[in-house]
């Protein structure tokens, strides 16, 4: 999803709830790596994951991401240090107002992310980044979405 898509969906009075979603890094490339991005009436934006090293910023999150890149931007094809990366792909979107299923993820999102059970773990089949975007989404029984096949550790 390009820039200019991204910004063309955000309402400044609504609240957005976004998953993401891009190939994993080289060689695990069929697998998919999903991440969350919310928005506040404003356009205030946040990014939250779950990586594969540690917060270098909060080490009380241990694994767990705050803006450590844009929000519809996508991760290195590979482990070194490079110029290619892979497109983001949007999986999910919800928007609305106060009386919105938007708003009650946004209000609680931070108290939900601090209750992650496995924040000081990261595996490349179970505690990765879509068990922790599924284990959010499964906060919220009305949305009706479940990540696709491909995110391995769902």
């Not at 890149?69 to 999910?92: A, D, G, M, N, V």
């Not at 601090?114 to 068990?131: D, E, I, T």
């Not at 906060?139 to 550790?153: Q, S, T, Y």
């Amino acid at each position: 999803m390009n820039q200019q898509a991204f910004k063309d969906m955000i309402h400044n009075t609504d609240y957005h709830f976004f998953v993401f979603s891009c190939p994993a890094i080289v060689p695990f490339n069929l697998a998919l790596h999903t991440r969350i991005v919310v928005v506040y009436p404003g356009e205030k934006i946040t990014r939250r994951e779950l990586g594969h090293f540690k917060n270098p910023k909060d080490s009380s999150l241990w694994y767990i991401h705050k803006d450590l890149l844009f929000p519809r931007q996508w991760i290195s094809k590979y482990f070194w240090p490079t110029k290619k990366h892979f497109e983001s792909k949007l999986l999910y979107h919800c928007s609305g107002n106060l009386d919105s299923i938007p708003y009650k993820i946004v209000s609680s999102l931070e108290e939900i992310i601090q209750r992650y059970p496995y924040k000081q773990a990261y595996r490349l089949v179970w505690h990765n980044s879509n068990f922790f975007t599924q284990w959010i989404l499964n906060h919220f029984p009305e949305i009706k979405f479940e990540l696709p096949r491909n995110a391995i550790g769902k």
